[in-house]
């Protein structure tokens, strides 16, 4: 199992940029697919951006598509998610998820996902 922590979250401006970190450990190799979720209040998790350990391919939700870029820093365990033209509507608890797909497609459905960090909250205001 791995364990995955995030950080990064805060208050933002509408039009502010944040970069939110998830740093694994444990048996990061049973996993080749990570991503960030957000789940609103009242609402169900949803995926905003994944990325696949294995050949770093990327998956985007189009609500974020061309204002958050995911990556990955192999050597530290450690997935990125910048986000940049943050909007009121991007507010949520962001939360980190991991698990192996073994056809090698991420999916993008938080369902999908078993390991889930504890989640860091991003506020934005207008």
Excluded: H
């Excluded at 805060?10 to 970069?19: E, P, Y």
């Excluded at 204002?67 to 939360?95: C, G, H, W």
Aim: aromatic share 8%; glycine share 12%; with cysteine.
């Amino acid at each position: 199992q791995v364990q995955l922590v995030e950080s990064g979250g805060g208050s933002v401006q509408a039009g502010g940029s944040l970069r939110l970190s998830c740093a694994a450990s444990g048996d990061t190799d049973s996993n080749n697919c990570m991503g960030w979720f957000r789940q609103a209040a009242g609402k169900e998790r949803e995926g905003v951006a994944v990325i696949s350990t294995d050949d770093n391919s990327t998956y985007y939700a189009d609500s974020v598509k061309g204002r958050f870029t995911i990556s990955q820093d192999n050597a530290k365990s450690t997935v990125y998610l910048q986000m940049n033209s943050l909007k009121p509507e991007d507010t949520a608890m962001y939360y980190c998820g991991a698990d192996l797909f073994l056809s090698g497609i991420c999916s993008v459905e938080a369902e999908d996902f078993g390991d889930w960090g504890q989640g860091t909250q991003v506020t934005v205001s207008s």
